[in-house]
């Protein structure tokens, strides 16, 4: 326990840990006194406001195979749908009818939208006057260049984890050198650029962790999105990990069975204490795993949320893994229900369209 306090007062003056003192508050007994520093942390850098973005699943095609992922294209199981432009662009509008600033869209890998397809839709809305998030994956540097030449303001591209061994088995096709040259690009083009993994993936390490946080520090992520990896029976992931699982004596191998809230809070956590002013999201994959997920990560660093503005058919073929919460509310019971329980924490709804304000330097 002392230790622990040591390592929290070092990272609240400094900001700065290393990857020892990271493992340990990753492993640390009880992660009350971590949380509570970094909700601390986050008060005094990012403040009390909470910023919301309107998420809309504009499709679940993706051409990609990740093994743990429901969308990826050897799922059979499930439906698939996307939204043209003009439903993607009347849904935009709605979101702004509800009060939101920020518009997330968020699809698999879908070739379908040209880059003059965004083109046209990123235009219209930024026509309407809102900040513009896309989180439609790995493109190349010409396509990104011309989504922000559009408009766009912000891109989310998750890292997943930073272990190149796990990343090959887990992202078959994928390559974790150009998922990092993509963020490279993306801060190069001036985008607000959003990353971060999943914790709890079958084989994943928790000095691969500490080592993911540290890598988003590298960069250094604008926003950091931590969600806790849930198990999609359609998906043949623990086929590709049992054996690395089960076969190490490494105490800390994750084996993808387990509930990694309390890991996906801690990670979360720790880069709110390392990057003070970054955005940083309660995920949906973190209110899946407990009702209260969102709340109990908005005190423990986090200060934005993206409550779901897709309505009709894609919101439930959206599967990314079983349970995914919230999918029966409307976009206005989304955006209502999360607006009180901002309020009855004591925060309040952000007014701004919620840019990430530099008051340190990392
Ligand atoms: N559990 C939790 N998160 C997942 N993602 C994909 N599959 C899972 C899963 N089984 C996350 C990835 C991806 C985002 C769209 O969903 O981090 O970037
Ligand atoms: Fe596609 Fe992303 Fe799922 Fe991989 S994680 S299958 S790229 S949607």
Do not use: W
């Amino acid at each position: 326990m002392k230790q622990t306090v040591t390592v929290l007062d070092k990272a609240v003056n400094t900001h700065s840990l290393d990857k020892a003192e990271i493992l340990g508050l990753l492993k640390a007994g009880n992660g009350s006194a971590l949380f509570a520093a970094a909700d601390a942390v986050r008060k005094k850098y990012a403040g009390d406001e909470v910023h919301l973005r309107a998420l809309i699943e504009i499709s679940n095609y993706c051409k990609q195979n990740c093994l743990y992922c429901g969308l990826r294209r050897d799922n059979a199981e499930l439906a698939r749908r996307r939204l043209e432009p003009e439903e993607i662009i009347d849904l935009a509008y709605k979101a702004k009818e509800y009060g939101y600033k920020t518009i997330v869209l968020q699809s698999g890998e879908d070739p379908y939208y040209t880059a003059g397809k965004m083109r046209e839709i990123i235009s219209a809305i930024k026509n309407l006057d809102l900040a513009l998030t896309l989180s439609i994956g790995e493109k190349t540097y010409d396509e990104y260049k011309a989504y922000k030449e559009a408009g766009a303001d912000r891109y989310l591209l998750r890292i997943e984890t930073t272990d190149e061994t796990l990343y090959n088995k887990l992202d078959p096709g994928m390559s974790l050198k150009n998922r990092m040259e993509c963020l490279k690009n993306l801060k190069k083009l001036g985008y607000e650029t959003g990353s971060g993994i999943i914790a709890g993936l079958p084989g994943q390490t928790l000095e691969s962790i500490a080592e993911d946080i540290l890598f988003l520090k590298s960069i250094p992520v604008d926003m950091a999105g931590i969600g806790p990896f849930i198990y999609n029976p359609d998906t043949p992931v623990f086929n590709g990990s049992e054996e690395s699982a089960a076969g190490s004596e490494e105490l800390t191998v994750l084996d993808g069975k387990g509930n990694y809230f309390d890991l996906s809070l801690r990670v979360m956590a720790i880069l709110r204490l390392i990057m003070p002013d970054i955005n940083i999201p309660a995920t949906t994959a973190m209110e899946t795993l407990n009702p209260d997920g969102r709340i109990i990560a908005l005190q423990s660093g986090a200060n934005v949320v993206m409550p779901n503005a897709t309505e009709g058919d894609l919101r439930k073929f959206y599967e990314i893994y079983p349970g995914k919460a919230r999918v029966s509310e409307s976009p206005a019971e989304s955006r209502l229900n999360i607006e009180n329980k901002i309020k009855a924490i004591g925060r309040t709804v952000s007014e701004g369209k919620g840019f990430r304000i530099k008051t340190v330097r990392n």
